[in-house]
């Protein structure tokens, strides 16, 4: 198989010779046709060897005849069944299913190359439903967006005062950390609330691929792929504050980064980027300063589809800001929460 070119979009031929070890063909899988980022490649590895573990467990070996539709309902049922000691469910829904769908595109791919003796193995093989696929029940309300808004715009007044009681009796007579980046944590708010991007996304987004004027920012989302989001007129006027007011006390320690949002000078050993942990610690600071609980950075992305569903009743705009490549996705959120049905079926008395 070394030295072997295929055309694109065609798949590459393998050796049959080398075909008898379902171990080999993650192997091959993993380097000739997965082409995500980094990260995504680590999740479908640990899936793929979590099944293989299972296999080897269950029939002694790993050759691919061996690899049936039953073995693969076995599989998920044992997933299902693993149990914590605490009686807790140690796999959820959500991550069965992911494995499931990385397996199923790996045994898809063999079959084209080496057809499975029963059929695919896992064609007929259904995922879990989750009935709240995306948790739209999550979704920052408007009031809870309001409040949050207002908690981020206090921040460069009020954020991050030093926590040294002793020196600075009075918390109006304490100053702001040295570390502390109030309107860069200000735009961050604004980005995830007024675009509906993953925290992730914020993290990899670049100031060269900020388009200020058509107010849309290009970022590489999971999977590798490049989504275009679209951001109100209140975020990138947060963001053009951070630019103008603090971005620049960073940019000679970290000049070399392309990221729009930059650490601090005094963080050592970063490389230029923030992390998704970093994203929810400004999360946490706002949402507490709010009084808003139970919200992760991800509400705001659920609240960003329910907004647009509820203004223009087009699953489409939901797809186009979001970047699901899936319209089902999209479609989850016009899905009704418990709380507004409650108040549907209050309105007939």
Known sequence: MAGQA???????????????SLAWWIEQYLALEVTTVETSRREQRRDLAAFLIFMQREVRHDHPDAWTP??????????????????????SDRSINRMLAHLKTFAKWVHRHRPFMLGNPTEKVKQIPTGSLLMVERALTDTERRKLLDAADMLPRVGGLSRDRFRHKSPESRPMRKGYRPWRNRAIAYTLIETGMRRAAVCRINLANSDFAGRQIEVEEKGG???????????LQAINDYLAHERGQDVEHFGDSPALFLP???????????????????????????????KTPHSARHAMGRYLIEKTGNVAAVQRQL????????LQYTRITGEELGKVLDGRQ
Do not use: M
């Open 225 to 235: 792929a490049t989504h275009a989001y679209k951001i109100s007129r209140d975020g």
């Open 323 to 330: 970047g699901h490549k899936n319209a089902a996705y999209s």
């Open 6 to 20: 295929s055309p694109a979009g065609e798949l590459v031929p393998v050796d049959p010779k080398k075909s008898d």
């Open 264 to 294: 601090a000078a005094t963080v050592v050993n970063s490389d230029g980027r923030l992390t998704p942990v970093v994203i929810n610690a400004i999360c946490g600071e706002v949402c507490k300063a709010a009084d808003v609980h139970g």
């Open 70 to 91: 039953r073995l693969t309902q076995a599989f998920k049922t044992s997933l299902q069944n693993f149990i914590n000691r605490d009686g807790s469910r140690h796999w």
